[in-house]
Structures are given as C-alpha cells and as structure tokens.
C-alpha cells in the first residue's frame, strides 16, 4: 500500500472519530471543501455553512451519534467504509414540519460510505454515505 493510501485511510478514521466527539473544526479541516451527498435522502451539504447545519440537524437529535468501523478499504481515489451507526433520540427530531419529541429510544444499523479524495492529496472532496433514509425510524418505533 502506497504512502498516500495509508494516509487517506488515517484520515477517513480521523475524520470519523472526530464527529464522534463533535469537533466540527477538525472535521471541516479533513476537507478540501466540505460536501455530503446523502445517499438516500437525496440531500446536498456543499460548503462549510450548509455542512455546519447538517452537523447541528443531526446532532440534535441524536447528541451521542456515533460510528464503529466494521471494514475499510482504498481504491484510486476513494476510501470505502462500512460501519455501524448509533445513537439515543434524546432530542427533538424534524422531519419536514413535524417535530418528534425525544423517545429515549437507542439504534444501530449497519450502513457504509465512500469518501472521494482530491487526486494526488489526503483532503476529502465528498463524503457519500449510503443508507436506507426509513431505518433509524423503524428501529425507534416511530415510522
């Protein structure tokens, strides 16, 4: 494995444990610019103010949201990883104009994502996680 290649899978790991701990800075650096496509919902984070939002969008909700690497792998210019996403609903929930009231209630799915790197650099262009949009509700019983 090339140089390059260990240090853009160092990066998805870093990138990962820093949403974790919620150090929005540090998650932002890991970018040549900030973008999410999320695959499932369709939604486009593009910029450092549009990925800003969504960090809060989706914390709130679920404020201990978490990430447990199950495989990881490089290719060209991406990095592939599966892993397992957690959280607790302990905040209120927007979907559209509704707000779902914190349940209390925990989940963990299996999910995976592709990080595409810029060619020749360990900066992340677009991170693109793939997941079924309805699951998180399903597992809180609130779908």
């Keep these: 494995m090339t140089d390059l290649a260990e240090r853009r899978l160092q990066t998805v790991r870093d990138h990962m444990r820093l949403e ?3 150090e929005w800075d540090a998650v932002l650096a890991t970018f040549e610019h ?3 496509e999320m695959y499932g919902g369709g939604q486009v984070f593009d910029g450092e103010a549009a990925v800003r939002a969504y960090f ?4 709130t909700p679920f404020p201990d949201q978490g990430n447990e690497i199950i495989a990881i792998a490089h290719a ?3 990095v592939l990883v599966e892993f397992w996403l957690t959280g607790t609903h302990s905040g ?3 979907i559209g104009n509704r707000t779902i009231e914190p349940t ?3 989940f963990r799915m299996r999910m ?3 990080f595409e790197f810029v060619p020749g650099s360990d900066k992340i262009k677009c991170e693109r996680p793939y997941f079924d949009q309805g699951a998180v509700l399903r597992e809180l019983g609130i779908a």
């Design 20 to 22: 974790i701990t919620h």
């Design 34 to 36: 900030p973008r999410y």
């Design 56 to 59: 809060a969008a989706s914390r």
């Design 76 to 78: 060209d210019d991406t």
């Design 92 to 94: 209120p929930l927007k």
């Design 104 to 106: 209390g209630k925990s």
């Design 112 to 114: 995976a994502a592709s």
